[in-house]
T-cell receptor
Framework: GQNIDQPTEMTATEGAIVQINCTYQ??????LFWYQQHAGEAPTFLSY??LDGLEEKGRFSSFLSRSKGYSYLLLKELQMKDSASYLC??????????WGAGTKLIIKP | SQTIHQWPATLVQPVGSPLSLECTVE??????LYWYRQAAGRGLQLLFY??????ISSEVPQNLSASRPQDRQFILSSKKLLLSDSGFYLC??????????????FGEGSRLTVL
């Protein structure tokens, strides 16, 4: 079967750095996405990785290792508004998105 | 710019009652449209997708159905709701100009509670 694993919940301090990991086992790979979802709202796109390496976008960076089936989302200079769930999703060989259950990130002052 | 409107935003329905959720897309034409359900503690589950008017593909057998009567309108329905139908229903389409990466743009969602 296809599987996306992420930690259920993480806690970090305002101003600090946090890394949210995602491991996947899917039938094929055509890209990996990270989405942010605030409570009660729709997911919004953060990043897309299809090649190995690090993609940086402001305070957020996303890393991919296809050989290890692994990605992480790195959030720097954490702000209270970063409190949200972060969803990892993989596009499989049939171009269907397989979603993880999400990681709830709690930011403390 | 592209927008997706979903309504109603919230509803509480008794078991066995019918359901109709509507999704309307603006700012793009002939989009692929998707219905997802998000249950607590679980990943988004693809329910239906449509590549055009009257063309519906079902991903999960269940008591739900979908229709696309117009290019930018996507409707999710049920004749008799089950308790397990409770969840957050999201309509989505590829963002205009995103190519074929698989990226999705989501509507605001409809939260359904079945009692």
């Amino acid at each position: 079967g296809q599987n996306i694993d992420q930690p259920t919940e993480m806690t970090a301090t305002e101003g600090a750095i946090v890394q949210i990991n995602c491991t996947y086992q899917t039938s094929g790979f055509n890209g990996l996405f990270w989405y942010q979802q605030h409570a009660g709202e729709a997911p919004t796109f953060l990043s897309y990785n299809v090649l190995d390496g690090l993609e940086e976008k402001g305070r957020f960076s996303s890393f991919l290792s296809r050989s290890k089936g692994y990605s992480y989302l790195l959030l720097k200079e954490l702000q209270m508004k970063d409190s949200a769930s972060y969803l990892c999703a993989v596009l499989d060989s049939n171009y269907q998105l397989i979603w993880g259950a999400g990681t709830k990130l709690i930011i403390k002052p | 710019s592209q927008t997706i409107h979903q309504w109603p935003a919230t509803l509480v329905q008794p078991v066995g009652s019918p359901l109709s959720l509507e999704c309307t897309v603006e700012g793009t034409s002939n989009p692929n449209l998707y219905w997802y359900r998000q249950a607590a503690g679980r990943g988004l589950q693809l329910l239906f997708y449509s590549v055009g008017i009257g063309q519906i593909s079902s991903e999960v057998p269940q008591n739900l159905s979908a229709s696309r009567p117009q290019d930018r309108q996507f409707i999710l329905s049920s004749k008799k709701l089950l308790l397990s139908d409770s969840g957050f229903y999201l309509c989505a389409c590829p963002p205009a100009g995103s190519g074929d990466t698989g990226e999705l743009f989501f509507g605001e969602g409809s939260r359904l509670t079945v009692l």
